[in-house]
């Protein structure tokens, strides 16, 4: 009865929608035919928004080989992310590096094989999964991060903390389901599906373990995910374990999990698909659709004791409006997302297309920060979702932005990578024939 009633309701929202508005006065009815169709996993077709701005192929494709080329192969000291560190008896190894901070860490590592992937580069990938592997992966079973990827290490692989930020596996386990339905099956650390099974399996199932770590005498973790709140925790380690980012909710990758992960998890894979869904309404603000850096269970927002800007939409929170905007185009399971690509990209425009802040309170407050490259990207993603014609505005105005370089070239760099490759329809969900549907 459960299941005959979400249907039910999946089936009445766009038809509501087409009788009235959204929430920021626009018109429905576009949302509403789209709601209608599959999404871009089950058609194939995934949505180039740079074609729709009226940018020439041959030119999106150049845009993408020169952005790749100079955050993996450029110049050392002002262009690339992406640094060679010998070989093991795996193969190459290589990482990447957050330049203004100094250090590895695992968002970046896992962005850097899904950018490899999508794009048919497994040299880079397999260089970069064994560096993490080899320097990141916690593999004693005594240690409280057994089982993760340590956040951040220094180039030499030496640990700053060695507690893991859950998005690095989300992405991980992800990048390495793609890779395994690209290239196949490895042996040893190249056995991407067993790997990613691997990292599932610890992220949902693994208990409490108490011990020391480099920042810590003594800690406990638990698992990544909290099982009852179906929800990915901002931290494994106690007490932060009852805490959220809403940046790391990604219901397009967990609609994923849900078909090729651990068979027996993959009912719990879908219904945190559908909890992340509703966590990102419950998020946003009502008139601004920003998000906080950090959040509550709940929805509300979470000033953690150590950093009470946390609160605040900042760094983390330019990427929440991508994960629901891909979640959209790829699954089609929640015309909600449209509503809040409307409302934040509203936000946006009234705050200036070319002049606007990047860190803000919740209701709209400018907090400074100026215009950066890294929320410019992840506002043009945000128009996978939204139906009004601005949105190629927003797609435009990345399409203006050059390739970072310099000492922020990191997170600006990663995210305009992610940004191109969706804006293109280049970022696509790897999947066995049968996993489509």
């Not at 290490?153 to 793609?178: H, I, Q, S, V």
């Not at 000492?407 to 995210?415: A, K, T, V």
Request: with cysteine.
């Amino acid at each position: 009865m459960r299941a005959l009633l979400r249907s039910l309701a999946l089936f009445l929202l766009p038809v509501l929608a087409a009788c009235g508005r959204t929430a920021d006065g626009t018109a429905g009815t576009p949302a509403a035919s789209a709601a209608a169709s599959a999404g871009a996993v089950a058609t194939g077709h995934y949505p180039d928004l740079f074609a729709e701005a009226g940018i020439p192929a041959a030119e999106v494709e150049a845009r993408i080989e020169e952005a790749f080329g100079r955050l993996f192969h450029g110049d050392p000291d002002e262009e690339a992310v992406y640094y060679e560190a010998g070989a093991n008896g795996h193969g190459p190894l290589a990482y990447i590096l957050d330049v203004h901070n100094g250090d590895v860490r695992s968002e970046g590592m896992s962005y850097g094989m899904m950018i490899a992937v999508q794009l048919d580069r497994r040299r880079e990938f397999d260089a970069l999964w064994n560096w993490a592997l080899t320097h990141m992966y916690q593999d004693d079973p005594a240690h409280p991060a057994y089982g993760y990827f340590a956040w951040s290490l220094r180039p030499d692989g030496t640990p700053n903390d060695a507690m893991p930020a859950p998005d690095g596996e989300e992405y991980f386990a992800t990048a390495l389901y793609f890779a395994a339905a690209r290239w196949g099956e490895g042996e040893g650390p190249y056995a991407y599906r067993a790997w990613a099974d691997r990292i599932l399996t610890h992220a949902l199932h693994r208990g409490p373990i108490t011990g020391a770590t480099v920042t810590a005498r003594q800690a406990t973790a638990i698992n990544l995910f909290d099982r009852d709140a179906r929800m990915v925790r901002f931290t494994p380690d106690l007490p932060n374990a009852a805490h959220t980012d809403p940046s790391y909710h990604l219901p397009a990758f967990y609609e994923v999990w849900a078909r090729v992960g651990p068979e027996a998890d993959r009912g719990f894979w879908a219904e945190a698909a559908r909890t992340s869904r509703d966590y990102f309404v419950r998020a946003a603000h009502p008139r601004t659709a920003l998000t906080p850096d950090y959040g509550n269970f709940d929805g509300t927002p979470w000033a953690a004791p150590w950093r009470p800007e946390s609160a605040d939409f900042r760094y983390d929170a330019w990427r929440t409006a991508m994960n629901w905007a891909v979640d959209w185009s790829w699954w089609r399971a929640d015309p909600r997302q449209v509503a809040l690509s409307n409302r934040l990209q509203a936000f946006f425009l009234e705050q200036g297309l070319d002049t606007h802040a990047s860190l803000y309170t919740l209701d709209g407050r400018p907090l400074g920060g100026g215009r950066t490259t890294g929320l410019v990207a992840m506002n043009a993603t945000a128009s996978l979702a939204a139906d009004h014609p601005r949105r190629l505005d927003f797609v435009r105005a990345l399409w203006e932005r050059p390739v970072p370089r310099g000492r922020h070239r990191y997170y600006d760099g990663m995210l305009y990578m992610l940004a191109l490759l969706h804006c293109s329809g280049r970022f696509r969900a790897w999947l066995p024939a049968d996993a489509a549907g």
